[in-house]
C-alpha cells in the first residue's frame, strides 16, 4: 500500500511513485488509539505469539514500535495491526521462542549469529537517499546454502532492518536495496532463505521497500529472476528496477533515482566502502 487512507493529509506521489503521510501529533495519537482497538478486536487463537511478547517482553511494546507499523502501511489500520500480528509469528519462527522476545541486540537474539551478521549478504552502508531511505546493499554471490542455517542468516536480515528503523525518515519513507549480484552463481541460490526473507520484508517487518535497485546482473540472471519472482509478491515485484551496462553507465543510471556516486557502495562504482565487522563492533559497545 503506496497511498495514505482518506481522512490523512499526503504529499504528493515522489519518484517512486509513492505519497506519503503529512503526520501532526493528532494524527498519530488517533490512529494509535484505533491501532490499539483494531489488535484488542483481533480473537486470541489468531494473535497466540503477540499475546506471549505482551506477556513477556512488554517493554519492547511502546507507542514508537507500534508507529512503526502504522507508518510501514501508511496508516491503514486494518493492515497495519495484521502486519504487528504477523510481525510475532515470524519473529517466533525465525528466533525460536528463548530468543525471540529478547532485544535485538548482538549480544542478545543475535548473539549466535556473528558469522552470518558478517557474510557480506546484506550490508549497512550507512548512507540515506535525499529523502531519508536507508540504503542497503546486497551481495547475493554471498549465498552459501551449505555455510550457514537459513535461520540464522534471516535473523541477520532481520537485526539489519531493524537497525535501520532507528531512522524515523526511514520508518517514514522506507529502504531501497542496491543489490549487485554480478559474482553470484546458479548453485549459490538458497530458495529456503530467500522465501524466509521475503516473507519477512513483505509481510512482516514494519518496513516500506522503495526500490530493488539491480545492478551489473549477470547473463544468468534472465534464468534465475522468474523463480525470484515466485518469493516476492506483487509489491515488490514492481519496486524491481534493472541496470545493466558498464561501471559509468550503471551510476548514471542509479543518479536518475537520487542514488549519486557517494552514497554508492564501492563494488557498484560508487565511494563507499562497506565495513561490516566494523559496523557490528561499534553496534557491539553500544548495547546495540
Given amino acids: ?41 483481533i480473537p486470541d487463537e489468531e494473535k497466540s505469539c503477540l499475546l506471549q511478547a505482551q506477556e513477556r517482553c512488554p517493554q519492547l511494546l511502546t507507542d514508537g514500535f507500534k508507529l512503526m507499523f502504522l507508518r510501514s502501511e501508511v496508516f491503514h489500520i486494518d493492515l497495519a495491526t495484521k502486519r504487528y500480528v504477523r510481525y510475532w509469528e ?3 519462527d525465525v528466533f525460536g521462542p528463548e530468543k525471540a522476545f529478547l532485544p535485538l541486540t548482538v549480544d542478545g537474539a543475535l548473539r549466535d549469529d556473528h558469522f552470518t551478521l ?66 553470484f552463481k546458479p548453485w549459490q541460490l538458497d530458495k529456503k532463505l530467500l522465501k524466509m526473507n521475503s516473507e519477512s520484508v513483505r509481510a512482516c517487518i514494519p518496513l516500506r521497500v522503495s526500490a530493488l535497485h539491480v545492478c551489473h546482473p549477470p ?61 557490528i563492533a561499534k553496534r557491539r559497545a553500544a548495547g546495540k
Fill in 90 to 92: 515470524k519473529r517466533v
Fill in 219 to 279: 547473463k544468468i540472471f534472465a534464468i534465475v529472476f522468474p523463480i525470484l519472482k515466485m518469493f516476492m509478491g506483487e509489491v515488490l515485484r514492481k519496486r524491481f528496477r534493472l541496470h545493466s551496462g558498464n561501471t559509468e553507465e550503471v551510476l548514471k543510471n542509479l543518479e536518475k533515482w537520487g542514488l549519486t556516486r557517494d552514497i554508492v557502495a564501492s563494488p557498484i562504482g560508487g565511494d563507499v566502502e562497506i565495513d561490516m565487522h566494523g559496523w
Fill in 118 to 183: 558478517t557474510k557480506g549478504f546484506m550490508n549497512m552502508t550507512g548512507k540515506c537517499d535525499p529523502s531519508g531511505r536507508s540504503i542497503l546493499f546486497g551481495d547475493p554471490s554471498k549465498m552459501d546454502p551449505g555455510a550457514y542455517e537459513a535461520k540464522s542468516m534471516c535473523r541477520a536480515l532481520w537485526y539489519i532492518l531493524h537497525s535501520l528503523l532507528e531512522n524515523e525518515e526511514t520508518q517514514k519513507k522506507g529502504v531501497v536495496f542496491l543489490l549487485w549480484p554480478h559474482n
Fill in 1 to 41: 500500500m503506496s497511498t495514505p487512507p482518506e481522512g490523512v493529509e499526503r504529499t504528493e506521489r515522489d519518484l517512486y511513485g509513492q505519497r506519503h503521510p503529512v503526520e501532526t501529533d493528532e494524527i498519530v495519537s488517533r490512529k494509535l488509539k484505533e491501532f490499539e482497538e483494531e489488535v484488542k478486536n
